[in-house]
């Protein structure tokens, strides 16, 4: 299983970005997907995470109402739009999946295969 994520770069405070993961490998739709982030000289946090359907995710406080994660089935894709970003959000965002559950978690212990990270920096 491999997944790559891309979308990372450099914006302003308050601009935005959308961060995809291409997962490839197994089937994609039956499994939860989240996003992970690591910022310099910190542990990896939660950001957000998306179960087998839509209507089931999760987020963290520090980005609940700016970040909106979703999933394109047919593509084998989930993506985070990360909107009025913040210069604490400079990060290298993580996407992984959980090896055999579709329910979401916030927990990294949950998830069984990760990408390399997209490197998302705010300047302010």
């Known amino acids: 299983v491999q997944l790559q994520a891309s979308g990372g770069g450099l914006v302003q405070a308050g601009g935005s970005l959308r961060l995809s993961c291409l997962v490839s490998g197994r089937t994609f739709s039956g499994y939860a997907m989240g996003w992970f982030r690591q910022a310099p000289g910190k542990e990896r946090e939660f950001v957000a995470a998306?179960?087998?359907?839509?209507?089931?995710?999760l987020y963290a406080d520090s980005v609940k109402g700016r970040f909106t994660i979703s999933r394109d089935n047919a593509k084998y894709t989930v993506y985070l739009q990360m909107n009025t970003l913040k210069p604490e959000d400079t990060a290298v965002y993580y996407c992984a999946t959980r090896g055999v559950s579709p329910v979401p978690q916030t927990t990294m212990k949950s998830y069984d295969y990760w990408g390399r990270g997209t490197l998302v920096t705010v300047s302010s």
């Open positions: 998306i179960g087998r359907s839509a209507g089931s995710t």
